[in-house]
């Protein structure tokens, strides 16, 4: 049983960076698909990246794009997400997911293993 554990979460200002972190136990996830959705309060929770096993492709939400960056490494088991420019309405938990397969897939559903998400608040 794959477990997932997020890091790098924190207090930052509008304009500011943060690097997620997502390390995987329990086995490996070289061939998983993995992503990183956020939850705002009230809110459904929404996609923001996704990595395919290989890193060969990506998807990114339009609210995101060009300010975050998925990546992984394998030989670490850990999936990263770097986020720049951060804006206020970037507010959320946001937690990592595996999915068993291929396909860059942004439906939360469609994800088997998650992690317990790390806050991230960005003040104006």
């Known amino acids: 049983q794959v477990q997932l554990g997020e890091s790098g979460g924190g207090l930052v200002q509008a304009g500011g960076s943060l690097r997620l972190s997502c390390v995987a136990s329990g086995g490996t996830i070289s061939s998983y698909t993995m992503a990183w959705f956020r939850q705002a309060p009230g809110k459904e929770r929404e996609s923001v990246a996704v990595?395919?096993?290989?890193?060969?492709?990506?998807y990114y939400a339009d609210s995101v794009k060009g300010r975050v960056t998925i990546s992984r490494d394998n030989a670490k088991n850990t999936v990263y997400l770097q986020m720049n420019s951060l804006k206020p309405e970037d507010t959320a938990i946001y937690y990592c997911?595996?999915?068993?397969?291929?396909?860059?897939?942004?439906?939360?559903?469609?994800?088997?293993?998650w992690g317990q998400g790390t806050q991230v608040t960005v003040s104006s």
């Open positions: 997911a595996a999915r068993r397969g291929i396909g860059v897939l942004t439906s939360a559903a469609r994800y088997d293993y």
């Open positions: 990595i395919s096993w290989s890193a060969g492709a990506t």
